[in-house]
């Protein structure tokens, strides 16, 4: 089982930057894909930003550009560092795992294993 706990959202203002981390008991066996994923106030959740074991990166394009995604050399944290931050922003954040090397964060259901979520908030 795979557990993923997530850590690093609060209240921030607009403009402002804030870093999400992920800490999983163990990856899935590889290869595996990690995902950032979100869910605003009356909103469907979102795919925000994946890492394949491979290396390779997703984005949305809402967050291209003022997110990355990426792991300690150790692999031992996911995160998800987040700049320019904007109201529209606002929403739970959830870390995500997937034992595939497919890698799109375009549906969240494909994802088995979920954080508990952090919430992110962000005031103009």
Known sequence: QVQLVESGGGP???????TLS???????NSPYCMGWF???????????ASLASTGSTTYADSVKG???IS??????????????LKPE?????????????YCSIAGPADFGYWGQ????????
């Open 66 to 68: 003022r997110f990355t």
């Open 22 to 28: 992920c800490v999983p008991s163990r990856y899935p």
């Open 89 to 101: 922003d606002i929403a739970m954040y959830y870390c995500a795992a997937r034992r595939s090397s």
């Open 117 to 124: 979520g952090t919430q992110v908030t962000v005031s103009s």
């Open 71 to 84: 792991q300690d050399n150790a692999k031992n944290t996911v995160f998800l560092q987040m700049n320019s």
């Open 38 to 48: 979100r869910q605003g106030p009356g909103k469907e959740r979102e795919g925000v």
């Open 12 to 18: 921030v203002q607009a403009g402002g930057s804030l």
